[in-house]
């Protein structure tokens, strides 16, 4: 049986690529970032586990942890980038930003061909 023994909290802090770091007492960090740390401390927690099965679990999820947090700060990168635009742009509304009183327009409903006589005989002789 695996000893739970309780751990004293550390500040974990994490490298970032824009040379801030940001650390577990931040009041507020990115999502990108919570995914990070949780990835690190499930690896971290996966190299105390005796059973294969349950530490290939773990690597998996931190895996999963990692990819999520690539995503997550190709999000918070792109939504910096349209902030920035829509600040440049003296606070206006930007093309790529819908507006809040835009209604979708609704697609034309195709309409089927119609059945020419050479069609309908070609149908008849095919019986």
Same mark, same amino acid.
């Given at each position: 049986?695996?000893?739970?023994?309780?751990?004293?909290?550390?500040?974990?802090?994490?490298?970032?690529?824009?040379?801030?770091?940001?650390?577990?007492?931040?009041?507020?960090?990115?999502?990108?970032?919570?995914?990070?740390?949780? !990835?690190? +401390?499930?690896?971290?927690? @996966?190299?105390?586990?005796?059973?294969?099965?349950?530490? $290939?679990?773990?690597? =998996?999820? *931190?895996?999963?942890l990692?990819?999520?947090?690539?995503?997550?700060?190709?999000?918070?990168?792109?939504?910096?980038?349209?902030?920035?635009?829509?600040?440049?742009?003296?606070?206006?509304?930007?093309?790529?930003?819908?507006? !809040?009183? +835009?209604?979708?327009?609704? @697609?034309?409903?195709?309409?089927?061909?119609?059945?020419? $006589?050479?069609?309908? =005989?070609? *149908?008849?002789?095919a019986?």
């Amino acid at each position: 049986m695996v000893e739970i023994t309780p751990v004293e909290p550390e500040e974990v802090v994490v490298a970032s690529e824009n040379a801030t770091d940001r650390s577990v007492s931040d009041p507020e960090p990115k999502p990108s970032e919570e995914r990070l740390l949780d !990835a690190e +401390a499930i690896e971290a927690a @996966a190299k105390t586990m005796e059973r294969h099965t349950a530490r $290939a679990h773990l690597e =998996s999820l *931190a895996q999963k942890l990692r990819r999520d947090a690539a995503a997550l700060k190709r999000v918070e990168a792109s939504r910096a980038k349209m902030e920035a635009s829509s600040l440049s742009q003296g606070g206006e509304t930007s093309a790529l930003e819908p507006s !809040a009183t +835009a209604v979708p327009s609704q @697609a034309p409903i195709p309409t089927p061909p119609s059945r020419t $006589a050479a069609a309908s =005989s070609v *149908a008849h002789a095919a019986v």
